[in-house]
């Protein structure tokens, strides 16, 4: 059996690549890593842990055709607002582990549409528990964007916002 996580924005490498491995020898899973992003292919594993780098990825299409290859979504970032990333991937029903910071926990809710973690070891059980719930978390993900976040409640609130102040 095999576990696709989709990762970007990690800050600490090696962490991630320890994680990953654990998390092969825990399950018995053979993990494939999807990274996107600039420099996506710095990073390197070994054991049971294969890695597909995709690079940037401009064209909406590529994009959400890996974001569907995966089963999570592992954001490592320490400093964001709202990453788009995120939203996208929960759009794809694929639920996100990240680090409460900024917007982050607006969009995951923890163990509703993700798994939210202070610290790096963290990861290891966000990414059991999100496995052993994936079904509902899934479903979860993509209603919250699609009903917080589709463009026509944005553009609905801030019409009546303008409204507002004026």
Not at 73 to 90: K, T, V, W
């Amino acid at each position: 059996m095999k576990l696709s996580i989709i990762t970007i924005n990690y800050n600490n490498a090696e962490g991630l690549r320890k994680t990953l491995i654990s998390v092969a020898t825990q399950t018995q899973k053979r993990i494939e890593v999807l990274l996107v992003g600039q420099n996506s292919d710095e990073l390197c594993f070994h054991n049971n842990v294969t890695v597909r780098s995709f690079g940037f990825i401009e064209d909406d299409y590529e994009l959400s055709a890996i974001y569907n290859q995966a089963d999570l979504l592992l954001y490592g970032s320490y400093r964001d607002n709202l990453p788009n990333m995120i939203m996208e991937a929960m759009a794809c029903g694929v639920p996100v582990i990240a680090f409460p910071i900024g917007g982050i926990p607006d969009m995951v809710i923890h163990k509703e549409t993700g798994y939210l973690t202070e610290t790096e070891e963290g990861y290891l059980a966000g990414i059991q528990w999100c496995l052993d719930n994936q079904e509902k978390l899934s479903l979860a993900s993509r209603n919250k964007v699609i009903n917080d976040y589709h463009p026509n409640r944005i553009a609905n609130m801030y019409n009546q916002l303008y409204k507002e102040i004026i």
